[in-house]
C-alpha cells in the first residue's frame, strides 16, 4: 500500500479521529474516542515516514527540525481542515504526531461546558484559566470564550499560541493570533510586547515559566482579560502552581496579587461516554468570591474545595460532583466515575454504596465489603 498524507488524513477525518500517529513499523494509528486503534495496511517503513515528511513539513519549517530535531507547527490541508503536527525522531528516525483540530467552533451545550464560561468572557479584567492533563480540549475551551467575545464585544484580541488551531475571522472585536516560532520567538517574549498593542483581551496557548506567568498577573492587574492554561489536575493545584514557581521570598506578595486579579479556574477531564459514543467533558469549577480571596491570601487553598462543594450558587462545582452528576445522567459508567474521583467515598455515598474497611490480621491488609 502506498501511503500518502491526504489519504490518512480524510480517513482519520472520516472516522472521527482526534489524532493521527505515523510511527515505524505499523499502519498509522489513530485516536478514536481517546483510545488508541490501529489502522489496518501496511507497515510505515523509514523511507516512507521520510517521503511523508517532506509532504507535511513546509520550507521553512525544515532546517528548524534539522536543527532541532522537533518542531511543532499548523497548517490547513484542503479537506481536513487544520491539523497541528509534532515531528520528533524515534531512532533516527522522524515520526510524528497530528492533531485534528476542530473545523468550527461548537456551541457550549454540544460541548459540555458550564454556563459561567459566558458570564466570564464578560469580564472586563482579570485573569481565568483552564486547566487540565494535555488532550482534555483547553485549547478548544479557549477558542470557544474567543469566540464569544468576538461576537458580543468590540475589543481587541490577542492570542499567543503554539501553535494556531483555529483561525477566528473578526467579527465586533479583532483577533491577533500570534504563532510560536512563526511570529513570535517565544510565549514569554511575545507578552512582553503584546501590552503594547493596545490589547483588551490576551489569550495566552500555555504558562510556562516564571516571566510568562508574572506577566499574566501583571497584565490582569493592569485592566486586561487574561486567558490562559495550564498543565495541572485540578483548581486548587492550579493556584499552587502558579505562586510557587516564584523564589519563595517572592511567593506572599505573589498570593496577594493572585488573590485580587484571579476570577476564575476550570480544571477539565474528557472521558469516554458509557455508550462508547465519543467523550464527555467533567468540569470543576472554582470562583474567586471574596472568601475564596481570603483563604488564597492565607495559604489555605485546601479550604476552597469546601467552598466549591457549598458554591453552587456562584456555580462552582468540585470535580467530585460533576463526575457524580455525569454518572446519574447515564453519561458515563460507575467505574469511570470512581476512579477519576478525588474522594471515591464521596461517589460511593452518595450513590449508597458506601464501603467499610475492615483489618485482616494475617495478610495486615485492608479488606473492602459492601455496607448492607
Same mark, same amino acid.
Given at each position: 500500500?502506498?501511503?500518502?498524507?491526504?489519504?490518512?488524513?480524510?480517513?482519520?477525518?472520516?472516522?472521527?479521529?482526534?489524532?493521527?500517529?505515523?510511527?515505524?513499523?505499523?499502519?498509522?494509528?489513530?485516536?478514536?474516542?481517546?483510545?488508541?486503534?490501529?489502522?489496518?495496511?501496511?507497515?510505515?517503513?523509514?523511507?516512507?515516514?521520510?517521503?511523508?515528511?517532506?509532504?507535511?513539513?513546509?520550507?521553512?519549517?525544515?532546517?528548524?527540525?534539522?536543527?532541532?530535531?522537533?518542531?511543532?507547527?499548523?497548517?490547513?490541508?484542503?479537506?481536513?481542515?487544520?491539523?497541528?503536527?509534532?515531528?520528533?525522531?524515534?531512532?533516527?528516525?522522524?515520526?510524528?504526531?497530528?492533531?485534528?483540530?476542530?473545523?468550527?467552533?461548537?456551541?457550549?451545550?454540544?460541548?459540555?461546558?458550564?454556563?459561567?464560561?459566558?458570564?466570564?468572557?464578560?469580564?472586563?479584567?482579570?485573569?481565568?484559566?483552564?486547566?487540565?492533563?494535555?488532550? +482534555?480540549?483547553?485549547?478548544?475551551?479557549?477558542?470557544?470564550?474567543?469566540?464569544?467575545?468576538?461576537?458580543?464585544?468590540?475589543?481587541?484580541?490577542?492570542?499567543?499560541?503554539?501553535?494556531?488551531?483555529?483561525?477566528?475571522?473578526?467579527?465586533?472585536?479583532? +483577533?491577533?493570533?500570534?504563532?510560536?516560532?512563526?511570529?513570535?520567538?517565544?510565549?514569554?517574549?511575545?507578552?512582553?510586547?503584546?501590552?503594547?498593542?493596545?490589547?483588551?483581551?490576551?489569550?495566552?496557548?500555555?504558562?510556562?515559566?516564571?516571566?510568562?506567568?508574572?506577566?499574566?498577573?501583571?497584565?490582569?492587574?493592569?485592566?486586561?482579560?487574561?486567558?490562559?492554561?495550564?498543565?495541572?489536575?485540578?483548581?486548587?493545584?492550579?493556584?499552587?502552581?502558579?505562586?510557587?514557581?516564584?523564589?519563595?521570598?517572592?511567593?506572599?506578595?505573589? +498570593?496577594?496579587?493572585?488573590?485580587?486579579?484571579?476570577?476564575?479556574?476550570?480544571?477539565?477531564?474528557?472521558?469516554?461516554?458509557?455508550?462508547?459514543?465519543?467523550?464527555?467533558?467533567?468540569?470543576?469549577?472554582?470562583?474567586?468570591?471574596?472568601?475564596?480571596?481570603?483563604?488564597?491570601?492565607?495559604?489555605?487553598?485546601?479550604?476552597?474545595?469546601?467552598?466549591?462543594?457549598?458554591?453552587?450558587?456562584?456555580?462552582?462545582?468540585?470535580?467530585?460532583?460533576?463526575?457524580?452528576?455525569?454518572?446519574?445522567?447515564?453519561?458515563?459508567?460507575?467505574?469511570?466515575?470512581?476512579?477519576?474521583?478525588?474522594?471515591?467515598?464521596?461517589?460511593?455515598?452518595?450513590?449508597?454504596?458506601?464501603?467499610?474497611?475492615?483489618?485482616?490480621?494475617?495478610?495486615?491488609?485492608?479488606?473492602?465489603?459492601?455496607?448492607?
Amino acid at each position: 500500500m502506498n501511503w500518502n498524507l491526504d489519504r490518512i488524513l480524510r480517513g482519520a477525518r472520516k472516522l472521527g479521529a482526534s489524532d493521527i500517529h505515523l510511527v515505524r513499523g505499523v499502519a498509522p494509528v489513530a485516536r478514536i474516542n481517546g483510545e488508541i486503534q490501529f489502522i489496518h495496511g501496511e507497515p510505515l517503513d523509514e523511507q516512507t515516514l521520510r517521503r511523508l515528511l517532506e509532504e507535511v513539513l513546509p520550507p521553512k519549517q525544515r532546517a528548524v527540525f534539522e536543527e532541532q530535531w522537533k518542531l511543532c507547527f499548523s497548517q490547513h490541508f484542503p479537506g481536513v481542515g487544520r491539523c497541528r503536527t509534532s515531528l520528533y525522531y524515534h531512532g533516527g528516525c522522524p515520526e510524528m504526531a497530528i492533531r485534528l483540530c476542530e473545523m468550527a467552533i461548537r456551541p457550549a451545550d454540544e460541548l459540555g461546558l458550564p454556563s459561567i464560561l459566558d458570564e466570564l468572557t464578560r469580564l472586563p479584567n482579570g485573569l481565568v484559566v483552564v486547566t487540565g492533563p494535555t488532550g +482534555v480540549g483547553k485549547t478548544t475551551t479557549l477558542n470557544y470564550m474567543i469566540d464569544v467575545i468576538n461576537q458580543s464585544r468590540r475589543a481587541k484580541i490577542v492570542t499567543i499560541e503554539d501553535p494556531v488551531e483555529y483561525v477566528h475571522q473578526n467579527n465586533r472585536s479583532i +483577533v491577533i493570533q500570534q504563532e510560536v516560532q512563526t511570529d513570535v520567538k517565544s510565549f514569554r517574549e511575545a507578552l512582553v510586547h503584546v501590552l503594547r498593542q493596545d490589547p483588551d483581551v490576551v489569550v495566552i496557548g500555555e504558562m510556562r515559566d516564571l516571566e510568562t506567568i508574572q506577566t499574566a498577573l501583571t497584565a490582569a492587574e493592569t485592566g486586561h482579560l487574561v486567558l490562559a492554561t495550564l498543565h495541572t489536575p485540578d483548581a486548587v493545584q492550579t493556584v499552587q502552581r502558579i505562586y510557587s514557581v516564584f523564589p519563595a521570598e517572592q511567593q506572599n506578595a505573589i +498570593v496577594v496579587q493572585l488573590s485580587s486579579v484571579l476570577r476564575a479556574v476550570i480544571a477539565q477531564k474528557l472521558l469516554p461516554r458509557a455508550d462508547g459514543r465519543g467523550r464527555v467533558l467533567a468540569c470543576e469549577v472554582l470562583v474567586t468570591t471574596p472568601a475564596v480571596r481570603v483563604h488564597l491570601r492565607e495559604h489555605k487553598e485546601h479550604q476552597c474545595y469546601n467552598e466549591m462543594q457549598t458554591g453552587k450558587k456562584h456555580q462552582m462545582q468540585t470535580m467530585d460532583n460533576a463526575l457524580l452528576d455525569l454518572y446519574q445522567r447515564g453519561e458515563i459508567t460507575y467505574d469511570l466515575a470512581l476512579t477519576h474521583c478525588r474522594d471515591p467515598n464521596h461517589l460511593r455515598r452518595r450513590t449508597g454504596d458506601e464501603v467499610e474497611e475492615e483489618f485482616n490480621w494475617e495478610t495486615d491488609l485492608p479488606l473492602r465489603r459492601n455496607r448492607l
